[in-house]
């Protein structure tokens, strides 16, 4: 035998009984006291605001046989068949399931009829937005000129919908949704009027769930009762909407800092495997960074916090760089966690990607165009040192090592055979080691060392990608990524081409002006170019080439 | 006896409301398919009905007839058959929402309590949802709704809001592989794997356990995915090609076998970082420990994030050859093969 729902048990009998929408309720309450009640509303708002609660209420107040000039008494004859839907004057109509422009064909004949017993005819009709356009059209005669013993009441979420006529003809009035401290005084007085005893932070975390909707609200406090009892803790409407109290959003957040996947993903699993709510968890751990990074950057001071949580903060903090931290904060700001996917793996891959070092970690992977030979120099050297952390079984580093140390080269098969060969000895060489931890820097240690030549070679992609005015989207720029510098000398760059149709091509004047405008801006000062055509002239890795081998890295032997 | 495979949080609300007599009128019964949805909306029905003290009994008329689907007071609507194009509809239509608002104006007539279980609330057409509204919120007595979704985001928000709703969340692989040997006595080995299998959703893992055929195909699926994974190109677009061929008619088919695929990645990716514990393929450990080797962490990742958003690419109706090939030449290259040069 089902019970009535709070949000039936407790609906407002009268205007004033209603909280919240006073802009409303006022309104309405001067124009029944002025006797200025008009003959067509529309009240719109999201769901659970009251609308209909209103509806019928201002219904009562029109009728009611005490107090025609106010609020209604809900004790006379007509208030109480209202209030039991038996009033034959006052009539709901479902618009959602009267659609048609029959049903309001047959609407506008028995509006003219005269009240039977109540003052005026109420007609309050319901999710109106589903009405068919005739049925709208149909409708607005009456609804500008009807009857002087008619009312009719328009309640829809959905406005928006509505024709421009019908708004125009009615008195609009939107309904908001309830602030925090107004759901809070009509849970508290329903708890009251149902015996309950509920913590304050409960109903307030109950109020937020909610988000401005009063009925689901009071859905979420009946569900509290029925699973607790009569008495309410912060703990059940935790349980209740899957909310984990925050300790193990912190324990991951750790985890990530200290770059240990591993247990990061054991935490997660231990998360999922109590059954908590993925999206409340992912919430959590992003506002734990976001403090995270606000301590960091040194803001954290006008942050409401206990002095112990500033601590662990703090101390969290100085264990992290600025990048790590915001990475992470990125990483997991970005995700979308869909209502429908239980999975664990969206939350995985960000703490896999948030704990990998830089440099293994791409924005687009494979859809990129082919790494140039320098984008590969300044890559390989970043990419040798193993960071320690990053080692999940540190017992065993010679196995973990391959895979960690060397994903440049391996991870874009698609593009590999329209990759250059790059030259020019092991890349290890050219770093000092002790630079290697800092990316940024290797990178410049990369560019400043070595002859004219090697600095060229490895700032080659930057300077045609850069190059000013658009002239990195040329013929000649594009003609200029396939090749590779081999010498300059008086200003004069010699290129090789690895096929001799890109050198014919580079031959062209156009192109070859357009070049040199590019090598030339890069320089800084006025540069010839010259194009030599180079084949592969080891004729084993010819050999291996026609066998369908493909070329991963070459040593500098023909230099 | 409420015979539902986990899901205590629903359980203890529906039985204190059974006791207390505070049961409501409307409940919204949300998780993914083969979670248990149905057979707790039908374990309700029985127990509004059940004629026994402690219900629901099971064993009594009336809840045996609700379990054959021939009570007059229980009423399963879902998607209906279009005799003029030989398929099922789309979604649920408004006749079908009409004869049941008609029904439920209309007293019990052989039990307690009038029960309305709306399968795949999330099909109702717009139409249909919004005629369910004002009854939703306001029905006779005695008269009970239940709606069930796997897809909450497609529900009209006055719908959500009018129901009580009940999240039945996938079980822990752990609860599950033990509810699997005590209730259907399966080996502890084979309950394993057939909970990892289901993503903690029970009614595929007994569907699975009863029919052989699931697990063959699934078996064949996943050579398949292994060979292509080491075969050469052509190879792979030879799959590819079978594939695309397959989606015009059975969509659901390609989208399960790309879960296949993500779960063989997602275990790679559980191995190499020394979780394989959590792996959903336990039968396959052996390979998967080998072939792991082969690939970096982050290669491995980068996969998995390519299969999610060829995935997405299909829902898009993006081509689907197109966007199946890209996968296949997405699929990270063996390292070990790679160093030796």
Known sequence: MASQVFYRKWRPQSLGEILGQEHVTKTLLNALANEKVSHAYLFCGPRGTGKTTTARALAKAVNCLTNGKGDSCNTCEMCQSIAEGRALDVIEVDAASNTGVDDIRNLREKVNYAPNQARKKVYIIDEVHMLSTSASNALLKTLEEPPPHAIFILATTEAHKLLPTILSRCQRFDFHRYSLDDMLKVLSRVCEGEGITAEPEALKLISRAATGSLRDALNLLQQLNTSYGNDIKLQHAQALLGISGDQRSRELVGHIIAKDATAGINTLNNVNNDGLDLRQFHREVVDFLRLLLLVKTGSGESLELTAEDIKELKELANKASLSQILKAVKRFGQLELNLDNYSTLPLELAIVDATLPDEEVRAEPVRKAAPEPAAKKAAAPKASPPPPKSEPEPAQPEEKKTPVTEPAPESSPPVAKTQPPSESGPPNAETPPETKTEPAKADNDAITNGSPVEQLQGQWSKMITESPDGMGRTPAAALLRSARPVSIENDVLVVSFKHQYHKEKMDILENQKMAEKIVSSFMGRPCKVRCVYEHENNHLVKAALKMGGQVIESEGTHE | ?341
């Open chain 2, 1 to 341: 006896m409420w015979n539902i495979i986990g899901q205590e949080r629903a359980l203890t609300l529906l039985k204190h409301g059974l006791e207390s007599g505070g049961l409501t009128h409307a409940y919204l019964f949300a998780g993914p398919p083969h979670v248990g949805k149905m057979t707790l909306a039908l374990n309700l029905a029985q127990a509004l009905n059940c004629e026994a003290d402690d219900s629901p009994c099971l064993e009594c008329d009336s809840c045996q007839k609700i379990d054959a689907g021939g009570h007059s007071d229980v009423q399963v609507i879902g998607l209906d058959y279009n005799e003029d194009e030989d398929a099922e509809r789309k979604l649920i239509r408004n006749e079908q929402i009409d004869g049941i608002l008609h029904d439920a104006s209309l007293p019990p007539f052989e039990g307690r309590n009038k029960v309305f279980i709306i399968d795949g609330a999330e099909l109702l057409s717009i139409g249909a949802a919004n005629r369910l509204l004002k009854t939703l919120e306001e029905p006779e007595d005695n008269v009970t709704f239940i709606l069930l979704a796997a897809d909450e985001n497609r529900l009209l928000q006055t719908i959500v809001s009018r129901c009580q709703r009940i999240e039945l969340q996938p079980m822990s692989i752990a609860a599950e592989t033990q509810a699997l040997t005590e209730k259907l006595s399966i080996e502890p080995e084979r309950a394993r794997l057939l909970a990892g299998l289901s993503h903690g959703c029970p009614g595929w893992a007994i569907n699975a356990a009863g029919d052989p055929k699931i697990m063959e195909k699934r078996d064949s699926e996943l050579d398949q995915i292994i060979s292509v994974i080491k075969g050469n190109y052509e190879e792979r677009f030879a799959y590819v090609f079978r594939l695309a061929t397959g989606f015009t008619q059975n969509r659901q088919a390609v989208y399960d076998t790309l879960d296949r695929w993500q779960d063989w990645w997602h275990d790679m990716l559980l191995v190499k970082l020394d979780r394989a514990e959590m792996i959903t393929n336990t039968d396959r450990r052996e390979e998967l420990v080998g072939m792991s080797g082969n690939y970096s962490l982050s290669s491995i990742r980068e996969f998995i994030q390519s299969i999610a958003s060829a995935g997405l690419q299909l829902k898009q109706n993006v081509n689907q050859r197109l966007a199946l090939e890209v996968l296949m030449l997405d699929i990270p290259r063996e390292e070990a093969k790679a160093l030796p040069v």
